[in-house]
C-alpha cells in the first residue's frame, strides 16, 4: 500500500512539472521594463523566442529558448537587445496569469537586469 501511494505521489509530481514545462510553451507575457521604459511583449514558442517592444511591431531581441521542467534558457542570436556573451538560464513560475523567472546564472548583465524578477502578465490569444 505504501509504494502504491508513493508511486501516485511521484507520477503526479513527474506530471506537474511535464505541465508546467508545456503550460510555458506557446505563450506570450507583457511587462514594463525600466530600461528602455516601455511595454515589451515576450513570445514563447517551441524552441525560440522573442521580444517585441511597445505596440510589437518592432522585434528587439530573438533567443533560441530550451525548457525544461521549471527551467528555461534563453541564448540571444538577432535583435538590438541581443547579447552573445552566452546562454541565460532562469527558473521560472507561473501563477495566476503572472510569469517570474528567477536568474541561475547569466553572463550578460543587460539581459539579467532587464527579466530577473520581473512579473510577466499573460496575453490572451483572441
Known sequence: MRKLILSTILILVAGAFRGNAQSLQNTTWKAYIT????????????????????????????????????????QDFEGQYQCLDGTGVYLYSIAADKLVLKMVNDPCDGRATAINGIAWARVSKP
Open 35 to 74: 530600461g528602455p521604459n516601455d511595454t515589451v511583449t515576450l513570445h514563447i514558442g517551441k524552441d525560440t523566442s522573442f521580444v517585441t517592444m511597445g505596440a510589437g511591431d518592432v522585434v528587439v531581441v530573438k533567443s533560441v529558448c530550451r525548457i525544461s521542467r521549471d527551467t528555461v534558457s534563453l
